[in-house]
């Protein structure tokens, strides 16, 4: 006899849905698809937008995990949809849009907030020292790599928003990734731009919002672990302001 | 294009029901609390310490009732707590790196466990537990 | 949005966590055995009192209650906002001002030791 690799069920969704069009609030609507064991939560919903509701919304792209754009909470976690393997949820499965974000449409969070505030912490190399092409290139050796190398994996995607509570409660805190990425720069060998950063992450609603609940680190599907990032910048950070009021003192 | 945003409001009050980390969460921060309140009787016993041999056996003394044993009892076990928490996150603020590699988190944090233990031992042989 | 000054606040957090971490639970411990009527030895008038005469002692104590205060009232505040008490500003001053006067007194204490 032979076994059967791939099983077949019926799995039933619960999605919420939300229609900007027509006034009223976001309501869970029930469906049953037929699935593959080996399919992800993504492969539930294309099945129902190909088949059943085309106006079903939800973002997606790479189908691989590394654009970023699938986040959704799947039974109240922040998961990527391609990630979350169907196997692993035996019941209904509740699909809602990201946390703390605004919904657009069905399960489409707004991103806005966050991308202006990536944009305002300057996730880009800002040379220590300008080159020319024929001067050849920034150098860098494996040992200065690894020292941001795992701040680098971020894809954006914004789990560790949506598990953030402190981020959930005060809307301006520039949040994990954002600040993360901030650092990933900072600890860059290459890279002068420290300065221009801390004016927007060493502040209030900087690194100094986050009480380490360390919800970011556990949600987070590319191992960044944003906590992390943030407590260094703490320690710097207070590193910073001792060595400055203590010069200034000494100065006096 | 007009939008129109659905907010779904987060419930100031009651939020860290959502999830069970959130509850570890606050289990650590209410952590404060007990330690908070054992400061206060430590700085109290110091107080009757510098007053003299009388007071301080009377603030022992009173130490000796159901309330403070449950007390001390319920902040022992919030200060065990906040330590297993501190020492397994201590390492994600100082990352040591040696030559090319990152020290694994159960280096440093495997450190602060044995100097935990010493200084422990320490305190009690002073004690005179042992 | 000019930097933060809570650096000043957060590295006595910092510094108080760690002491609190590493000592109080054996200082517990040993009070606990003192209300439960088997006063520990090291706990008694004679040794607290030459402890706390020396000054090592002297440093020692005030290092571990000053930090405890400190890292203990922030904590509170936070836990305070984290519990939906918004009132931020007048919680902070209402513990950072608490630590202050404990550690006023703690000084004068050890200084009549
Ligand atoms: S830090 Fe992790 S969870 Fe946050 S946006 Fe980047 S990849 Fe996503
Ligand atoms: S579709 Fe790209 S990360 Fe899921």
Redesign the pocket.
């Known amino acids: 006899m032979m076994d059967v690799r791939v099983a077949e069920r019926q799995t039933d969704l619960e999605i919420l849905r939300y229609n900007p069009e027509i006034a009223g609030e976001p309501k869970l609507e029930r469906y049953t698809v037929p699935t593959k064991t080996e399919w992800c939560v993504l492969d539930a919903l294309n099945y129902l937008k190909d088949n059943v509701d085309p106006t079903l919304t939800y973002r997606w792209s790479c189908h691989m995990q590394v654009c970023?754009s699938c986040?959704m909470m799947i039974n109240g976690e922040?998961k990527l949809a391609c990630k979350a393997m169907l196997r692993d949820y035996p019941g209904v499965i509740r699909i809602e849009p990201l946390a703390h974000f605004p919904v657009e449409r069905d399960l489409v969070a707004v991103a806005d907030d966050f991308l202006a505030k990536l944009k305002r912490v300057k996730p880009y190399l800002i040379p220590l020292e300008k080159r020319l092409p024929e001067d050849g290139e920034y150098r860098q050796t494996p040992a200065q790599l690894k020292r941001y190398r795992q701040f680098a994996?971020?894809?954006?995607?914004?789990?560790?928003?949506a598990?953030c509570p402190e981020y959930g409660l005060h809307p301006k805190f520039i949040g994990?990734?954002a600040i993360?990425l901030a650092h990933r720069y900072n600890r860059d060998s290459r890279d002068g731009g420290r300065d221009e950063r801390q004016e927007e992450i060493a502040t209030a609603e900087g690194v100094w919002e986050c009480t380490f609940v360390g919800a970011?680190s556990e949600?987070?599907?590319?191992h960044?672990d944003?906590a992390a990032a943030l407590q260094q910048v703490k320690v710097a950070s207070t590193v910073d302001w001792y060595l400055e009021h203590f010069m200034s003192w000494v100065q006096k | 294009m007009s939008r129109y945003p659905y907010v779904r409001e987060v419930s100031p009050t009651t939020w860290y029901f959502r999830a069970p980390r959130y509850m570890r969460y606050m289990t650590r921060e209410v952590t404060s609390i007990f330690i908070g309140i054992f400061t206060v009787i430590m700085l109290v016993g110091l107080s009757r310490l510098s007053e003299g041999q009388a007071p301080y056996e009377d603030f022992l003394a009173a130490l000796n009732n159901p309330f403070s044993v449950i007390f001390l009892f319920l902040a022992l076990a919030f200060a065990l707590y906040n330590s297993f928490t501190w020492f397994n996150v201590a390492p994600k603020a100082m990352p040591i790196q040696v030559g090319e590699e990152l020290m694994p988190d159960i280096v440093v944090a495997g450190g602060h466990y044995i100097l935990w233990a010493i200084l422990s031992v320490v305190i009690l042989i002073w004690a005179g537990i042992f | 949005m000019a930097k933060s000054n809570k650096p000043i606040i957060w590295g006595a957090f910092a510094a108080g966590g760690e002491a609190v971490s590493l000592v109080a639970p054996a200082i517990i411990l040993l009070t606990l055995l003192a209300a439960i009527g088997r006063v520990p030895p090291g706990l008694s008038y004679e040794q607290m009192h030459s402890f706390a005469a020396g000054w090592f002692g002297k440093l020692v104590l005030f290092a571990i209650v000053f930090l405890s205060l400190w890292s203990q009232a922030h904590r509170l505040r936070i836990t305070c906002f984290d519990f939906g008490l918004r009132a931020d500003g007048l919680v902070a001053t209402l513990f950072y001002m608490l630590a202050g006067a404990a550690s006023l007194w703690l000084i004068l204490i050890l200084g009549n030791i």
């Open positions: 970023g986040g922040p994996m971020c894809i954006n995607c914004m789990l560790c928003y598990a994990p990734a993360s970011c949600v987070c599907p590319k960044v944003p």
